[in-house]
């Protein structure tokens, strides 16, 4: 609908917003210079890096990418579509959203669906209470659920006398729920589609019912169903629980999607607050879509049964075509039988938090998928692995994990020797299975997105060896940079100052190699070498300006070598601005 926005209002909203103050009110800025500094609020760290200029009407952040204005901040910051975002500014100006009338009635007709549903939602929650609720309460008791939870997810009960939602109804709603479906006609008279269930409310993003899951408490044959698709829920792109993660943890950081409404509730009783479950069969594109509109980690978590990895790998396939630099995606199957409802309430919150740490991650997930049942050892199964592979890797797009996925493979297909070691570790790998091994590994440790500081100037000594002095003195001052220390003082040593040296040094003494080869085994994802360069001086130099004169030193002393872009970031640098891209 944003098309039916005049631009000129989108323009004149964004002169009247006060960035600042916008931004300001939802995560806590530092004033620097004409500027504010925090922590992005759209990925996890420690170092500010979220600039916002409120006199250029934007933001920037230096270690994930985020950039964007008012209304860019508003639809990332509280998952909301553009014209939700532009109402959302619109109401803290004072100004009305100029609408055209066909939009203004199509706006209305949306709302008095969602009032339908509201209605609909609260009816049924009140008749949980009631004496006729009285066996669905013992229901939700023998789950674990407490009133509070119960509360939270606004669960309810639908009766089993066939109108009672209908009866109930105020005169002006009746017609929305008919068109909503709560309420069908299909036999020439009203009847409630949900009859003696457990009611659970789906809700949007701002809280708003748009469709039910209903669990049956008698003997029907489709244990649970949900609301059919109409003009405000669309299945495929809505989150069961999002809502009310949004509640639990206003900055959400991660996401665990399960399969089942149970699944998210039990969890939250648990106080795992985060657990969401997607709609339909399968995690599809819009899904996966609406999900990282939210977070960028996010761990998938199904039964450990046969139609679970078959849910994992449909999940997987899906997700490679969104794969970007920065996402950072898991994978926990649980035990055969289990599933999250009755696994944290067998074993409680901390083992099942530790199962969540210890997800396998995407790239190690499709592998392992992919080499199952195969004998590695053989050249004829290390070409069918390539094969399965390879028909996955192509539908990535190009980005630092599909280069270094793709690396991967052809070390695990080049060769025996690569494979002895493993299958002489795992003699019991074929008894048990991939499933096997996998329940065993709970414990393992996260491999997560963000690189350690140590990590982080390593890599800014392969790709600019002339930060050696400075990463030796940083280096010097602590005991958590040991790596790059070690790393720095033998370039120092060895008098390297170029990329090109380095190489050519690594290449001719066995020595470095052997001393430096494992250096950065320990890393899923190589980021590029302009935000691992941006990373290390942000640590080397946290002020703006220090970080501008050495980028500007840098460009000085490769004067004859730069490229046009590099020659045009040198003049505006020389102007005194920190970031020229940021400003466009």
């Known amino acids: 609908m944003s098309g039916l926005i005049p631009q000129r209002f989108v323009e004149d909203l964004l002169d009247r917003i006060d960035l600042g103050e916008l931004i300001g009110s939802r995560i806590t800025l530092k004033k620097a210079g004409g500027n504010y500094k925090a922590c992005c609020p759209f990925h996890d760290e420690k170092t500010p890096s979220f600039n916002v200029r409120p006199d250029k009407g934007f933001y920037h952040c230096f270690g994930c990418g985020a950039h964007g204005d008012a209304i860019s ?95 109930a109804a105020p005169r002006d709603l009746k017609k929305p729920l008919l068109e909503t479906k709560t309420v069908s006609d299909k036999y020439g008279k009203p009847r409630d589609l949900f009859r003696n269930r457990v009611m659970f409310p789906i809700r949007n993003t701002r809280g708003k019912t748009i469709a039910f899951g209903g669990r049956t408490l008698g003997d029907d044959k489709a244990k649970y169903i949900n609301s059919p698709e109409s003009d405000v829920f669309h299945k495929s792109r809505e989150i069961y629980g999002l809502h009310e993660a949004r509640q639990a943890t206003r900055q959400l950081d991660k996401l665990l ?62 997700a490679l075509e969104l794969i970007a630099d920065g996402l950072h995606l898991q994978f926990l199957m649980l035990p055969e039988g289990e599933d999250p409802d009755t696994l944290v309430r067998k074993e409680g919150a901390e083992a099942f938090q530790k199962r969540i740490e210890g997800a396998t991650p995407l790239s190690r997930f499709l592998f392992d998928r992919q080499s199952e049942g195969l004998d590695l050892e053989l050249p004829e199964h290390r070409g069918e692995l390539r094969a399965r592979a390879e028909q996955l890797l192509n539908k990535m797009p190009r980005c630092t994990l599909r280069d270094a996925m793709w690396q991967e493979m052809l070390r695990l297909c080049g060769g025996r020797n690569q494979w002895q070691s493993r299958q002489q570790n795992s003699k019991n790998y074929k008894a048990k299975g991939w499933r096997g091994e996998r329940q065993h590994r709970p414990t393992e440790e996260r491999v997560d997105v963000k690189l350690s500081k140590d990590s982080t100037l390593c890599l800014a000594l392969l790709e600019a060896p002339e930060l050696a002095t400075e990463i030796k003195a940083q280096a010097d001052s602590t005991r958590q940079l040991d790596q790059a220390g070690r790393f720095a003082r033998w370039l120092l040593d060895k008098n390297i100052q170029t990329r090109k040296a380095l190489i050519a040094e690594l290449a001719t003494d066995k020595q470095a190699r052997d001393r430096f ?29 220090a970080a501008r004169q050495q980028r500007l030193a840098t460009l000085l002393r490769n004067l004859a070598k730069l490229t046009p872009e590099q020659r045009e970031e040198l003049r505006t640098l020389s102007a005194g601005t920190l970031n020229p891209k940021a400003e466009h």
């Open 257 to 318: 999607v399960v399969e089942g409404y149970m699944d998210v509730i039990a969890l939250a009783q648990h106080g795992i607050d985060y657990a969401v479950a997607t709609l339909g069969t399968a995690t599809n594109q819009d899904s996966l879509t609406a999900l990282l509109r939210q977070v960028r980690h996010i761990v998938f978590c199904f039964d450990g049964d046969q139609a679970g990895f078959r849910a994992a790998d449909r999940a997987m396939e899906n």
């Open 517 to 545: 080869y494992n250096l950065f085994d320990g890393l899923e994802h190589i980021p590029a070498r302009e935000s691992t360069l941006a990373a290390a001086r942000e640590l080397l130099s946290p002020n703006e300006e």
């Open 73 to 167: 901040f508003i639809r990332e910051f509280e998952g909301l579509g553009f014209t939700e975002a532009v109402e959302e500014l619109a109401k803290r100006a004072g100004m009305e959203v100029p609408y055209d009338k066909v939009a203004k009635q199509e706006m209305q007709q949306a709302r008095t669906l969602t009032d339908a549903l509201d209605f609909a939602s609260k009816f049924y929650h009140s008749a949980l209470t009631s004496q006729q609720g009285a066996y669905a309460q013992d229901y939700l008791k023998q789950r674990g659920l407490d009133d509070d939870i119960i509360a939270r997810y606004q669960i309810g009960f639908a009766p089993g006398s066939g109108t009672a939602l209908y009866d």
